[in-house]
T-cell receptor, first 113, second 116 residues
Framework: DAGVTQSPTHLIKTRGQQVTLRCSPK?????VSWYQQALGQGPQFIFQ???????QRGNFPDRFSGHQFPNYSSELNVNALLLGDSALYLC????????????FGPGTRLTVL | AQSVAQPEDQVNVAEGNPLTVKCTYS??????LFWYVQYPNRGLQFLLK??????LVKGSYGFEAEFNKSQTSFHLKKPSALVSDSALYFC??????????????FGKGTKLSVIP
């Protein structure tokens, strides 16, 4: 049973650039949520996608955007990167929006120089 | 708004001793509560959850947690700690009757060190 996968594992960008992170949900799951985990902090909710639409959003600026594809995979896009965007980006999947358990992928480590 | 507090940044326990990692929460409605574990340079691994029913919840690797509504707590416990339990532990809450009902809100994490 394939778990949540994310790519790439690591990424280095410079300020002002744009980045795209990718996530494939656990087999059978249809909902994807994205979280940002800064060093030494707990994950913070960015947004959730269900039925190819953004359903809920956390306290993140519009520079953070996403997409969900018909096969339930998802992308997180960040424009105009800032140094403060350096973090581990985690994708979580669940069955349905109200699915009680979110299962996390290994994350993408983004470093902004 | 929902929030989680993990009052201890670090917990040290000797191998074979019982361990407790503390968590308190605040929600306006009904909570779903979760514990996750994170090993270095890894994602979060689900341990256990409380949805409803029995206040004592059993999870993976011998961990359990007790939901206490009056104290708004959800402490993680294990009767006998192993060195391999050393990791970062996160408590999380969902307010299933609130506006942010689909998002998890996490505490800052507690680093557990089990000493051989």
């Amino acid at each position: 049973d394939a778990g949540v996968t994310q790519s790439p594992t690591h990424l280095i960008k410079t300020r002002g650039q744009q980045v795209t992170l990718r996530c494939s949900p656990k087999s059978g799951h249809d909902t994807v949520s994205w979280y940002q985990q800064a060093l030494g902090q707990g994950p913070q909710f960015i947004f959730q996608y269900y039925e190819e639409e953004e359903r809920q959003r956390g306290n993140f600026p519009d520079r953070f955007s996403g997409h969900q594809f018909p096969n339930y995979s998802s992308e997180l896009n960040v424009n105009a990167l800032l140094l403060g965007d350096s973090a581990l980006y985690l994708c979580a999947s669940s069955l349905g929006q109200a699915g009680s358990t979110q299962y996390f992928g290994p994350g993408t480590r983004l470093t902004v120089l | 708004a929902q929030s989680v507090a993990q009052p201890e940044d670090q917990v040290n326990v000797a191998e074979g001793n019982p361990l407790t990692v503390k968590c308190t929460y605040s929600v306006s409605g009904n909570p779903y509560l979760f514990w996750y574990v994170q090993y270095p340079n890894r994602g979060l691994q689900f341990l256990l959850k409380y949805i409803t029913g029995d206040n004592l919840v059993k999870g993976s690797y011998g961990f359990e947690a007790e939901f206490n509504k009056s104290q708004t707590s959800f402490h993680l416990k294990k009767p006998s700690a192993l060195v391999s339990d050393s990791a970062l532990y996160f408590c999380a809450v969902r307010d299933v009757s609130g506006a942010g009902s689909y998002q998890l809100t996490f505490g800052k994490g507690t680093k557990l060190s089990v000493i051989p």
